[in-house]
């Protein structure tokens, strides 16, 4: 009996499964599982061309116009692999951000005023408007979040703007209540010049070729999308891009969203889930 207990105590303690940064127990997975996460990603994108230094450096340095579906893939595959996946795959996602961002950086043609994508300030417009987008298309489709958990999730976003290069001493919204106050802070430099307001309509209206746009649901499905990112925008982005900011056309988005969610549910997750979150949960089960 004493043999048999020794023998159990010397056996190596069971390696513990790498969820990377945030874990199966944080609200960052329950959010960027959400089927409303396109949209969300498009309310953002939308969103950060309001800034004109963000938007210069896209306009200047981005391939968006040649290249929509590829960059829209790369994104996707960037959030699911700081997400769900191990801290080195994180880590390197976030490293490929990080020297893309070391080569950006010029001048704003409208205003003279310099650029660059490693700016602590640009990267913290860039990464409010994503925490905002993706918190609040979300919790409008139907995910249903406490107060504490949607500030937690705010609280735990702030990792991977560290690690994007924006010093940990800096202000970074830790509740929802400091975001909002962030996006009325900065609210005065904001404007959609001609050139957010080229990428908005290059959103809407992407390149497909003729045949999925004339045999396929995608051009529809796209611009039903596209129209939930556009409406669940704030009533001031809405406004700055001349677009209605009347408070029934949030009620309007709010149902959609719903609606939209609730289809999307229906799917089977096999195609619901992106590649890294089903590694994700295969390390899950497999952990037990």
Do not use: N
């Not at 649901?217 to 925008?233: D, F, K, N, Y």
């Amino acid at each position: 009996m004493e043999r048999e207990t020794s023998r159990t105590t010397d056996e190596p303690p069971q390696r513990q499964p790498d969820f990377g940064l945030f874990g199966p127990q944080s609200v960052t997975w329950r959010v960027h599982a959400d089927p409303m996460m396109l949209p969300a990603g498009l309310r953002a994108l939308l969103l950060q061309a309001l800034h004109p230094l963000a938007m210069a450096g896209v306009a200047e340095h981005s391939r968006y116009r040649e290249d929509p579906w590829g960059r829209l893939f790369r994104t996707a595959q960037y959030v699911g692999a700081v997400t769900y996946g191990s801290t080195a795959q994180a880590e390197a996602a976030l490293a490929r951000v990080r020297a893309v961002h070391l080569r950006v950086r010029g001048t704003d043609p409208d205003t003279g005023a310099g650029y660059r994508a490693d700016d602590p300030e640009l990267l913290t417009w860039v990464h409010c408007c994503e925490t905002d987008s993706f918190l609040r298309v979300t919790r409008a489709g139907g995910l249903r979040l406490t107060a504490a958990e949607a500030d937690r999730y705010v609280a735990e976003q702030r990792e991977t703007a560290w690690r994007l290069g924006v010093p940990r001493t800096a202000p970074l919204p830790a509740t929802v209540d400091e975001l909002d106050d962030y996006f009325d802070r900065i609210r005065p430099e904001l404007r959609a010049g001609p050139a957010a307001r080229e990428a908005a309509r290059f959103a809407v209206l992407p390149p497909m070729p003729l045949w999925v746009a004339l045999a396929t649901p995608a051009r529809p499905a796209w611009t039903g999308i596209m129209a939930l990112g556009v409406a669940s925008l704030p009533r001031w982005a809405r406004r700055l891009y001349g677009l209605p900011g009347w408070p029934v056309a949030d009620l309007g988005a709010r149902v959609a969203t719903r609606s939209l969610r609730t289809s999307l549910l229906v799917l089977p997750a096999a195609l619901r889930e992106g590649p890294h979150l089903k590694e994700a949960r295969a390390r899950l089960a497999a952990h037990g």
